[in-house]
T-cell receptor, first 111, second 113 residues
């Protein structure tokens, strides 16, 4: 079993839809959870950063961590065509070890 | 204007040639990283450095080499031993600890002639 699993998509939704992006993981030592957005041929940029369990909201974006289920989610409300990108989850333990990235989910929001 | 710069944007390599990708940051970050991205593969860690004059191998270090002589700079050399170098290469930096946010450069696309 891979450390982090992420459905690669592609996921296509109409403008205004609520989008749910997910990652599952196997290592219970992960405590830091991030979501990055990557536009085509660009470097990833950080969207959300959460520590341990719970929800975090920033505008149209909500990150959710369920450590008991080893499952993290990113919700995008009122999705826009400008949200079309690849979304990568990244996880880290509290030890000084590198981030582990999911393979990314490609999202298309159709106007 | 702080950030990470990578050059060149596109790089072409001939068979048997070593090429060097540049990465510079002015964020005063201690840690720097190199990733390789292939279609459908996500980000794979090549090398990372947490302090000047020290670096560690990542998951796919074979065929690559790095140096960290200055805090701001972390160049990556793709050697002739790397048989499948065509990929998108991303450099990143973070303040210090590995679990901290990483900031990425714009990437270099390496193609083999």
């Amino acid at each position: 079993q891979k450390e982090v699993e992420q459905d690669p998509g592609p996921l296509s939704v109409p403008e205004g839809a609520i989008v749910s992006l997910n990652c599952t993981y196997s290592n219970s030592a992960f405590q830091y959870f991030m979501w990055y957005r990557q536009y085509s041929r660009k470097g990833p940029e950080l969207l959300m950063y959460t520590y341990s369990s719970g929800n975090k909201e920033d505008g149209r974006f909500t990150a959710q961590v369920d450590k008991s289920s080893k499952y993290i989610s990113l919700f995008i409300r009122d999705s826009q065509p400008s949200d079309s990108a690849t979304y990568l989850c990244a996880l880290s333990t509290s030890g000084n070890t590198p981030l582990v990235f999911g393979k990314g989910t490609r999202l298309s929001v159709i106007a | 204007d702080g950030g990470i710069t990578q050059s060149p944007k596109y790089l072409f390599r001939k068979e048997g040639q070593n090429v060097t990708l540049s990465c510079e940051q002015n964020l005063n970050h201690d840690a720097m990283y190199w990733y390789r991205q292939d279609p459908g593969q996500g980000l794979r860690l090549i090398y990372y450095s947490q302090i000047v004059n020290d670096f560690q191998k990542g998951d796919i270090a074979e065929g690559y080499s790095v140096s960290r002589e200055k805090k701001e700079s972390f160049p990556l050399t793709v050697t002739s031993a790397q048989k499948n170098p065509t990929a998108f290469y991303l450099c990143a930096s973070s303040r210090g600890q590995m679990q901290e946010t990483q900031y990425f450069g714009p990437g270099t696309r390496l193609l083999v002639l």
